[in-house]
T-cell receptor, first 114, second 117 residues
Framework: EAQVTQNPRYLITVTGKKLTVTCSQN?????MSWYRQDPGLGLRQIYY???????DKGDVPEGYKVSRKEKRNFPLILESPSPNQTSLYFC?????????????FGEGSRLTVL | AQKVTQAQTEISVVEKEDVTLDCVYE???????LFWYKQPPSGELVFLIR??????QNEISGRYSWNFQKSTSSFNFTITASQVVDSAVYFC??????????????FGTGTQLKVEL
């Protein structure tokens, strides 16, 4: 089954404790992206990757890191989480010419930073 | 600047009413892509439609229809004979190509649709 898998789905952590949210897709998509969803703000892009070893900042990259060492994986790293990073996070991937097709989303990871 | 505006924060209708969700976008590009996604209470994001900037044909899929008008930079979504299962947050999004070959996708803030019996 074609899917985007995120882990963990739910996490409560404390300020400053490094964490990684993993994302994996099995559709051989080149494009992958991370979004955060906050009430009243919709979904905002954190980082995206056009292909392996090619990443770029989205609209709200501060406090986050990503890497794309393999095509299928695109982990989101919070080196020193802060309470303002409490949010619902979505990973997505897509294909199509120039990677402009529909985005396939993971189920979301709800992160709480105390 | 590339931007998507969904001015309707929340809409409440009674079942079987028709409802239109508005989406206005801003872009200077001639090539771009517009999307609608549905987010039901369970939280997942469900793809509904993709439309490129060169295709202004309206589309109908069952009770759903989309009206794309470049002249007004709008891509509105209508649900005919709404049902309780249509209750969700609906997002409009704009995907555009960056100089250098990358692309970004910008979402609106969403419209919460509540369909009541």
């Amino acid at each position: 089954e074609a899917q985007v898998t995120q882990n963990p789905r739910y996490l409560i952590t404390v300020t400053g404790k490094k964490l990684t949210v993993t994302c994996s897709q099995n559709m051989n998509h080149e494009y992958m992206s991370w979004y955060r969803q906050d009430p009243g703000l919709g979904l905002r892009q954190i980082y995206y990757s056009m292909n392996v070893e090619v990443t770029d900042k989205g609209d709200v990259p501060e406090g986050y890191k990503v890497s794309r060492k393999e095509k299928r994986n695109f982990p989101l790293i919070l080196e020193s989480p802060s309470p303002n990073q409490t949010s619902l996070y979505f990973c997505a991937s897509s294909t199509g010419a120039y990677n402009t097709g529909e985005l396939f989303f993971g189920e979301g990871s709800r992160l709480t930073v105390l | 600047a590339q931007k998507v505006t969904q001015a309707q924060t929340e809409i409440s209708v009674v079942e079987k009413e028709d409802v239109t969700l508005d989406c206005v976008y801003e872009t200077r590009d001639t090539t771009y892509y517009l999307f609608w996604y549905k987010q039901p209470p369970s939280g997942e994001l469900v793809f509904l439609i993709r439309r490129n900037s060169f295709d202004e044909q309206n589309e109908i899929s069952g009770r759903y229809s989309w009206n794309f008008q470049k002249s007004t930079s709008s891509f509105n979504f209508t649900i005919t004979a709404s049902q309780v299962v249509d209750s969700a947050v609906y997002f409009c999004a704009l995907r555009y190509i960056l100089t250098g070959g990358g692309n970004k996708l910008t979402f609106g803030t969403g419209t919460q649709l509540k369909v009541e019996l």
